[in-house]
């Protein structure tokens, strides 16, 4: 699936070790994000039902900054859809700042906050 620059494709074994390398505590379901056959980071994802819990965006450290991160989410969001995911959330640690504008600007928008951050949701395709 393509959104715009970045594609997703299921992460090789290498690369998977790759992505712990720029994220650590990774989880979830993996998908590349491929540029031009460069990996350029990851997305994890728990699919249960028609929720989507977004686990994890990581883009490498030579290519943050360029929205790719927001284009991966979007193509994940894409992909998902299509196969009966209808609602999307993700955790933002309270501490997290940036990372709280990103789910932000991508359209999700607080549901609750509990210890562990806030919780993030959009509904599919809205």
Known sequence: MTCARVSL?????????????WCPHARGRMMALDMAGEL?????Y?????ECQVTTVVVAPHRRGWGIGSEGVRALERE???KGARLFWARVPLD??????????????PA???????IMMRPAGG
């Open 9 to 21: 494709r299921p992460l090789s074994p290498q690369e998977e070790l790759k992505v712990r390398e």
């Open 40 to 44: 350029v980071g990851a997305v994890g």
């Open 46 to 50: 728990l699919l249960e039902g028609g």
């Open 80 to 82: 998902l859809t299509a």
């Open 96 to 109: 997290a700042g940036l990372a709280f504008y990103l789910w932000l600007r991508l359209g999700y928008r």
């Open 112 to 118: 609750e906050v509990d210890s562990e951050g806030v």
